[in-house]
């Protein structure tokens, strides 16, 4: 069902209410603005389908109850972009949220399985993808964009179902919550512009005080494509902002040394990156930012490393979960070197499975030997 009015829109909200599921997915467009643009929102409950045009509606807020109704299971596959359209279009996020590409980790699939792989393997349905990269802006939408937009959903609840139950054969069906709730936490797409320095490529190159530069020059920057709603690169590239900071350039004149600098910036902008610059430049030390490059002064950590990965390469085998999805090496890698804060190996269900263990083995109260071909793991305890 095509809809493209807000009565209809209403009258699906209600019924919807009265599923047992809510499959949910967007499509939209992002190349040319800094918010991404809703084109399409598609639905599929108990027995029905719904493919919705925002650019028909007077009001996606009415959405909301349905979003948040606690009686119907929410279910997306790789639902991050699309639980932020949908906080930023509906001021809601969808509760309560199973998501199957998370799902699907558990159940011995790949890490960050496509959603056309999933069909495939818990289906048995080969999807077209012919209208993948297709503008979904423009209008009328075809026969084909419109069957594509469906296909998206429409798989959704059957593999809702299947999985639920396979998780709850295997026991496991309740290590995803921690996941799924933090899925929905608004905080998630609350940034703090003051932060994106840190995420600019190359920004490693910089010495602290001109980090204090990129800090002040990446959150104008930040605010200004918020403001504009373009992309952040139309505004200044990364590249150019670190290349300004290197240079430490505190008038116009050095700004428009960096390669590109004059066409990106005009000269009110100009003058208000330069003096931001000339400000964070002259700060004091105590002011300036530091980044995490513990990883080059720290010992090295190979042998932990490896005892680590071999004990992490036994329990995913046993428990059908590929080891990237149990433990990535950068978990890793800040473990052996004696963290333990902020680090998802050693929170939920990962924990349980492999964390605590590797606690142990760093520790010393592990030994790992081989018995033939296996790999054993003894408590020095005695215990196995």
């Known amino acids: 069902m095509y809809i493209e009015d807000q009565e209809a829109l209403e009258a699906f909200v209600e019924r919807a209410r009265c599923s047992s599921v809510l ?7 992002r190349e040319k603005t800094y918010y991404a643009r809703l084109c399409l929102i598609q639905f599929a409950t108990d027995d029905e389908v719904a493919v919705v045009d925002p650019f028909c509606m007077e009001d996606l807020h009415v959405l909301a109850p349905l979003l948040e109704d606690a009686g119907v299971m929410k279910v997306l596959h790789s639902g991050g972009q699309d639980l932020e359209i949908l906080w930023h279009e509906v001021g809601v996020l969808p509760q309560p949220l199973f998501d199957t590409q998370v799902a699907a980790a558990l159940l011995g699939h790949t890490q960050q399985i496509g959603y056309g792989a999933l069909v495939g393997a818990e289906c048995g349905v080969a999807l077209k993808k012919v209208d993948s990269f297709t503008d979904w802006s423009r209008r009328p939408l075809s026969e084909s964009q419109l069957r594509y937009a ?3 959903v429409i798989y959704l609840p059957r593999m809702y ?5 396979e998780l709850e054969r295997q026991g496991r069906l309740h290590w995803l919550d921690p996941e799924f709730a933090e899925m929905c936490d608004p905080a998630r797409f609350e940034s703090d512009e003051r932060e994106r320095y840190r995420r600019l490529k190359r920004v490693g190159q910089l010495s602290r005080k001109q980090l204090a530069a990129a800090r002040e020059v990446a959150a104008w920057r930040e605010v200004t494509a918020q403001k504009r ?9 990364d590249e ?6 290197k240079r430490e350039a505190r008038t116009i004149d050095d700004l428009f040394m960096v390669r590109g600098m004059r066409e990106k910036l005009n000269t009110r902008d100009a003058r208000t990156v330069a003096g931001l610059m000339k400000k964070a430049l002259e700060s004091g030390p105590q002011s300036w930012p530091e980044l995490d490059r513990s990883g080059r002064n720290e010992p090295n950590v190979d042998a932990p490393l490896d005892l680590m990965s071999a004990l992490v390469r036994l329990r995913a085998k046993e428990n059908g979960v590929a080891f990237p999805t149990l433990a990535s090496h950068d978990d890793l890698v800040r473990m052996a070197r004696g963290y333990r804060q902020g680090i998802d190996l050693l929170r939920g269900w990962r924990r349980a499975l492999v964390g605590e263990e590797l606690i142990e083995l760093l520790e010393g109260k592990l030994v790992l030997s081989l018995d033939g071909h296996d790999l054993r793991v003894t408590r020095l305890d005695g215990e196995e």
């Not at 179902?161 to 139950?165: A, R």
């Open 23 to 29: 499959a949910i997915d967007t499509e939209f467009l």
């Open 150 to 152: 469906a296909d998206d």
């Open 161 to 165: 179902e299947h999985m639920k139950q």
């Open 229 to 237: 709603n373009v992309p952040r690169k139309w505004v200044i590239t």
């Open 240 to 245: 150019q902002i670190v290349e300004a900071c």
